[in-house]
């Protein structure tokens, strides 16, 4: 039965989890990679070259980016005073310029790979080495400040690359690359790196933003070729299949003809949808809405849209086009040719958009959250799934006789689609609720609305209320009495929710256990018999009870000292309110024993969220000088210091740090797997227990 309750809810986890992605996944640590030469010009005369790498859809600013904007990159010369001169600035290849409205000047930058030429006359012509540092911003979505340093070693005309400044102030002419201090505590820290299980690499190794980034986009192909054979079986597209091929076979001289003309006509399916998703991704652009997860404004505005379309789909209304639109369309369809046909494709898009509208505009929704180009990518996948019927049933037109008959069933499957909007809109508003901590959809109250809507939903099935355009029915049929017992059995495993069940097959979909009026189920002060809580008066400053009664902190400085007070490792969470993969995580993994005791006994815990809307007094504001942009409010005061101190802004992010905040381990993003990620934890405290 498990299969079958998956089965009902995977378009609704599926489509939160876009909107989670850009919080989720987006790593990207090293969006670039630098190299040197060296060309001689005269005994005194060199000429350093710099080759710099970028990542697709990163940019790095240029030198001469104007005042008052981005971060320019700059060039430093160590112990250059008496030894060498250099000029002012580097020589740069081709630099694009953009105006930029939140600094209000024309930026000018680099994408994918960039030049600088520097010319450096020696004074002193002994002078075999010269060391060079690299200041700049990798902005995406987010700005990351790098810094990389370049040794120039004249004598053997060759250049080496570091990332990290001890071993560049180390280095030597003759190779010496590492502090031996520096060399033994990174043995120290690594010496137990065997021992963890390659199920943890390999989980590790799956976060990254390349690979997460594929799956995020194949993942949002399937569902919308899926919604697009959802959209087949609605009342305004089925009946066309039979008519539309049945037109073009017969209006063909030839069955070769027909079919190459309903193989076009499926064609342009795809480019007008197509095109409808590039039409998106270039008015709100590439990476401007992957953030959309944590943002109060458009969560509202999609939770309304998605209650209009559920009232569309249950039948209050119809959304359509001006019918204008269809009969000019319709009349250049009778122009034959391919221009006909590419009309004819037009006027099905137009005439079917009071039941393709609500699926598409979901869609649409969901995939612009996520950002780039994940508005195409799920155009095509729904396009494909309209066109491709068309096609094979060109090509065989006797498959049309194992057609259903068109009918009641058709509305139905509307009407299944309705209640699936309205409740996925829920989660929307409960996003929204979570960022402001408003408290107006709690666990108790949005469970108890998934309860009455997949109860309502049942009672439907099982053909005990009908809608407005619902035809008699006398009997139900096999497959829908199978849907209806799956939500019939989806909906009794909702409800012990209630009673503070744990709810893990929809994990991250309902607001966290802690966010609702009886943390530990209606009617219980304390769930499963464990000790009473502490009074909150006793917990250390800026300390709460967290997941599964984890003591938390959420101010980074409180924790540390919390930590060292009590020699422990500290665990720091950056979290989000409205994260969903956070909530997996916290209802997934942290609840498993071998983690949760770790989690309670042997590190202490820092949750710092990036999305809580509270106002940080007027004398702790300030201008990042990560990304440039003005940090006004708890959120933005963590967000910012995960961008500077680990580069990157995504959650859910864990990082393990010693008494000095040095990290002990790799940090990992989301990592669902148990057992890995105990063994990330287990790894990062012995080894701070064995330094």
Same mark, same amino acid.
């Given at each position: 039965m498990k299969v079958y309750l998956k089965l009902l809810i995977a378009f609704l986890i599926t489509s939160a989890s876009y909107a989670q992605f850009g919080m989720g996944q987006n790593q990207q640590l090293k969006p670039t990679k630098w190299e040197g030469k060296i060309n001689k010009l005269s005994d005194t005369s060199y000429e350093l070259i710099y080759e710099l790498s970028i990542e697709p859809d990163w940019h790095v600013y240029s030198q001469f980016t104007p005042e008052g904007g981005p971060i320019p990159l700059a060039f430093d010369y160590v112990d250059k005073e008496g030894k060498y001169e250099v000029e002012e600035f580097a020589k740069e290849s081709e630099t694009k310029t953009q105006f930029n409205e939140t600094f209000g000047v024309d930026e000018m930058y680099f994408e994918n790979q960039a030049t600088f030429k520097q010319k450096v006359t020696l004074i002193n012509p002994d002078i075999q080495v010269i060391k060079a540092q690299i200041f700049y911003q990798s902005c995406i979505d987010v700005c990351i400040n790098e810094e990389y340093y370049m040794v120039f070693d004249l004598k053997n005309n060759k250049a080496q690359v570091f990332s990290n400044y001890d071993e560049f102030e180390a280095y030597q002419a *003759?190779?010496?690359? &590492?502090?031996?201090?520096?060399?033994?505590?990174?043995?120290?820290?690594?010496?137990?790196?065997?021992?963890?299980?390659?199920?943890?690499?390999?989980?590790?190794?799956?976060?990254?933003?390349?690979?997460?980034?594929?799956?995020?986009?194949?993942? +949002?192909?399937? +569902?919308?070729?899926?919604?697009?054979?959802?959209?087949?079986?609605?009342?305004?597209?089925?009946?066309?299949?039979?008519?539309?091929?049945?037109?073009?076979?017969?209006?063909?001289?030839?069955?070769? #003809?027909?079919?190459?003309?309903?193989?076009?006509?499926?064609?342009?399916?795809?480019?007008?949808?197509?095109?409808?998703?590039?039409?998106?991704?270039?008015?709100?652009?590439?990476?401007?809405? *992957?953030?959309?997860?944590?943002?109060?404004?458009?969560?509202?505005?999609?939770?309304?849209?998605?209650?209009?379309?559920?009232?569309?789909?249950?039948?209050?209304?119809?959304?359509?086009?001006?019918? %204008?639109?269809?009969? #000019?369309?319709?009349?250049?369809? *009778?122009?034959?040719?391919?221009?006909?046909?590419?009309?004819?494709?037009?006027?099905?898009?137009?005439?079917?958009?009071?039941?393709?509208?609500?699926?598409?505009?979901?869609?649409?929704?969901?995939?612009?959250?996520?950002?780039?180009?994940?508005?195409?990518?799920?155009?095509?996948?729904? %396009?494909?799934?309209?066109?491709?019927?068309?096609?094979?049933?060109?090509?065989?037109?006797?498959?049309?006789?194992?057609?259903?008959?068109?009918?009641?069933?058709?509305?139905?499957? &509307?009407?299944?689609?309705?209640?699936?909007?309205?409740?996925?809109?829920?989660?929307?508003?409960?996003?929204?609720?979570?960022?402001?901590?408003?408290?107006?959809?709690?666990?108790?109250?949005?469970?108890?609305?998934?309860?009455?809507?997949?109860?309502?939903?049942?009672?439907?099935?099982?053909?005990?209320? %009908?809608?407005?355009?619902?035809?008699?029915?006398?009997? +139900?049929?096999?497959?829908?009495?199978?849907?209806?017992?799956?939500?019939?059995?989806?909906?009794?495993?909702?409800?012990?929710?209630?009673?503070?069940?744990?709810?893990?097959? +929809?994990?991250?979909?309902?607001?966290?256990?802690?966010?609702?009026?009886?943390?530990?189920?209606?009617? *219980?002060?304390?769930?499963?018999?464990?000790?009473t809580a502490t009074n909150k008066s006793d917990f250390p400053e800026h300390a709460e009870l967290g997941p599964h009664d984890i003591l938390a902190f959420t101010d980074y400085d409180a924790g540390v000292a919390y930590a060292k007070e009590n020699n422990l490792p500290i665990l720091l969470d950056f979290t989000g309110k409205a994260c969903i993969n956070c909530r997996k995580m916290e209802e997934r993994v942290w609840s498993e024993p071998q983690v949760l005791n770790k989690l309670k006994n042997d590190v202490v815990l820092i949750s710092l969220y990036v999305d809580i809307k509270e106002q940080l007094p007027k004398e702790e504001q300030y201008t990042s000088e990560t990304t440039g942009k003005r940090v006004r409010t708890i959120g933005n005061k963590w967000s910012d210091f995960q961008i500077k101190h680990y580069g990157i802004n995504a959650q859910p992010y864990y990082v393990l740090l010693n008494h000095q905040e040095v990290e002990l381990n790799k940090p990992v993003g989301y990592l669902p797997d148990v057992e890995a990620y105990s063994a990330w934890l287990k790894d990062g405290i012995t080894k701070f227990k064995n330094q």
């Open positions: *003759n190779g010496a690359t &590492k502090k031996p201090e520096t060399q033994k505590k990174e043995e120290q820290l690594n010496a137990d790196d065997d021992e963890v299980p390659q199920a943890l690499l390999d989980a590790q190794a799956s976060v990254s933003n390349e690979d997460g980034s594929k799956k995020g986009l194949f993942s +949002i192909f399937w +569902i919308a070729f899926l919604s697009g054979f959802v959209a087949l079986l609605t009342p305004c597209v089925f009946p066309m299949i039979p008519m539309t091929v049945g037109f073009f076979t017969k209006q063909s001289k030839t069955k070769a #003809k027909g079919v190459s003309n309903a193989l076009l006509y499926g064609f342009f399916i795809v480019v007008i949808y197509v095109l409808l998703g590039s039409l998106v991704t270039g008015i709100f652009g590439a990476d401007a809405l *992957n953030a959309l997860s944590t943002n109060v404004t458009f969560n509202i505005v999609f939770f309304v849209i998605l209650i209009i379309f559920a009232a569309s789909f249950l039948g209050a209304f119809e959304i359509m086009l001006p019918n %204008s639109w269809a009969n #000019k369309v319709d009349s250049q369809a *009778n122009k034959g040719g391919i221009i006909g046909i590419f009309f004819m494709a037009l006027a099905l898009a137009i005439v079917s958009f009071s039941c393709t509208g609500p699926i598409v505009g979901t869609l649409l929704v969901e995939a612009a959250s996520k950002g780039g180009i994940a508005p195409i990518v799920g155009m095509l996948g729904f %396009s494909l799934a309209i066109a491709i019927p068309f096609a094979l049933f060109a090509m065989f037109p006797g498959w049309m006789n194992t057609l259903p008959k068109s009918g009641g069933w058709l509305n139905s499957v &509307k009407v299944v689609l309705g209640f699936l909007e309205l409740a996925l809109a829920l989660k929307f508003l409960s996003n929204a609720d979570l960022v402001l901590e408003a408290h107006w959809l709690e666990r108790e109250v949005f469970l108890a609305l998934w309860i009455a809507i997949f109860g309502t939903l049942t009672l439907y099935l099982f053909g005990k209320i %009908s809608l407005p355009h619902d035809s008699p029915l006398k009997h +139900i049929s096999v497959g829908r009495l199978g849907l209806g017992l799956v939500t019939l059995s989806f909906t009794i495993y909702l409800i012990p929710g209630l009673w503070g069940a744990p709810l893990k097959m +929809i994990s991250g979909f309902p607001p966290p256990m802690n966010y609702s009026e009886s943390p530990y189920g209606v009617g *219980n002060t304390k769930g499963g018999g464990t000790a």
